[in-house]
């Protein structure tokens, strides 16, 4: 191997916060998956509203930039070309 190849493994550390995460995040998961009543209409759609203003704005925010958001602001760049040269810096 290379001096590339060897910087580029995965060590221990690694490994166990990737585990941790995802540990983490199925376990939050599998909490809010029974921890709100599920079986009505408003309890599914709603959260029996209980969300707070914070967790309806990030997902809202997160809904609107998405992958076709960064895909047309690549686009429109690349269709209107470079616009600063390096002797404007």
């Known amino acids: 191997m290379n001096e590339h190849q060897i910087k580029n493994q995965l060590t221990l550390i690694d490994i166990g916060i990737l585990v941790f995460y995802f540990t983490l995040l199925i376990g939050v998961g599998f909490y809010s998956m029974f921890k709100s009543n599920r079986s009505t209409i408003k309890g599914y759609f709603l959260a029996n509203r209980q969300m707070t203003w914070l967790c309806v704005g ?32």
């Open 58 to 89: 990030a997902s809202l925010f997160a809904t609107n930039i998405g992958a076709e958001h960064f895909i047309g602001l690549a686009s429109s760049g690349a269709a209107k070309g470079k616009i600063f040269s390096k002797r404007n810096f």
